[in-house]
């Protein structure tokens, strides 16, 4: 097995553009192009456009793919429309969480399951595992896939420049095929920035053309090429969580705060039932620590891993930060007890190199778009 890193499709393509690349999940991935405080601002304020094509798609197909799903994750995924899409989890036995997904529901009985791009593998072989008994196909389709997003207040306006699908008609976390720019792509109104826009699944080979088309067209709107690095501080400031930082195999979805994806009421059995029903009932007695949002008073940067501390005790730990371009400040997400998790709690600061830097406890999200 070669060690070099995956290439996507627009790889060249980012290169012309002087992009900085950076190594993410296996794949060489552009962090920025030029400022990433102008590529959070221009997805904010305009368009940003993203290569996204290290996410991992799997589809699932046949009589009990519904089935499958249901037993293999932890939501109702037989209630999900045709053209429709839902966050959901996938949990080991204990409960601890494998990974986030969306589930689009493409026909009656075929669905694409979308990992995150460290996570592919991993539950590429957990839904393989889990399809025995059942009447459906596993398929690893990573490679049929680049996945380019649209995302600002501006990009309805751009893609409806290029394609005639009703994107009006489109709801958040619905799907539709059509084309953009002559390209076949299911386009759907999803994405990890806290604003409107689209993530176009469309082959490989249209990639380039489709990315070209999109900048062309978006240009006079403000749409900018973005990197990792302001899709980070984009999902920051809306309090999605990142796999591996606020969602680990320790913890279970009540730990996360996002026990609502868990779906007790499907029928029949799903992996980690018992281990959740458990843990759903430990955090009504016991609240788990929870996830809070932090706003510094000073400059220094929080970081994962570092401690949040209060009256000389450790309360808990941040699981991202950042300096957030839309507050003028750093923020970060942390973990703290119970007991210290209302906004306003007063003495809370971040253990910054053995300096407890004063923060601020809010509420998440740092920031809600204007509908």
Request: glycine share 12%; hydrophobic share 40%; net charge negative.
């Amino acid at each position: 097995m070669s060690n070099a890193p995956r290439l996507t499709a627009l790889d060249a393509l980012h290169r012309s553009l002087g992009a900085t690349m950076t190594d993410f999940a296996g794949w060489d991935m552009p962090l920025r192009y030029g400022s990433e405080r102008d590529e959070h601002i221009a997805v904010r304020t305009k368009a940003g456009l993203f290569d996204l094509s290290h996410m991992g798609e799997i589809t699932v197909t046949g009589p009990q793919a519904a089935d499958l799903l249901n037993y293999a994750l932890v939501g109702n995924i037989g209630t999900v429309g045709v053209g429709r899409a839902r966050y959901t989890m996938i949990c080991q036995e204990d409960g601890g969480i494998v990974d986030d997904l969306i589930v689009y529901r493409l026909q009656e009985q075929e669905y694409m399951v979308v990992a995150n791009a460290g996570n592919a593998q991993i539950v590429l072989d957990a839904l393989t595992g889990r399809a025995a008994g059942f009447d459906a196909t596993v398929r690893d389709d990573r490679d049929a896939y680049a996945l380019i997003a649209v995302q600002g207040p501006e990009s309805p306006g751009i893609l409806k420049s290029l394609t005639d699908a009703d994107l009006d008609g489109l709801k958040y976390y619905a799907g539709l095929p059509g084309t953009v720019a002559g390209v076949p792509a299911l386009i759907a109104r999803t994405g990890y920035t806290g604003e409107d826009g689209f993530e176009l699944f469309v082959e490989p080979q249209h990639a380039e053309k489709l990315w070209q088309a999109l900048t062309d067209a978006g240009a006079p709107a403000g749409l900018i090429p973005c990197g990792l690095s302001c899709r980070d501080t984009l999902r920051l400031e809306a309090g999605m969580p990142l796999y591996g930082h606020e969602l680990t195999t320790a913890l279970t979805p009540f730990d996360a705060g996002l026990g609502r994806v868990v779906k007790f009421e499907k029928d029949g059995d799903f992996v980690g039932r018992e281990a959740l029903t458990a843990a759903a009932e430990r955090a009504e007695t016991a609240p788990p620590r929870k996830l809070v949002g932090l706003i510094a008073e000073g400059r220094r940067i929080p970081r994962a891993g570092m401690a949040v501390v209060a009256g000389g005790e450790v309360i808990g730990e941040v699981t991202s930060g950042a300096p957030s371009p839309t507050l003028g400040k750093p923020i970060a997400m942390a973990y703290v007890d119970a007991a210290q998790a209302a906004p306003g709690t007063p003495g809370v600061g971040v253990d910054i190199r053995g300096t407890h830097e004063p923060y601020e406890v809010v509420a998440l999200p740092f920031y809600k778009r204007q509908k």
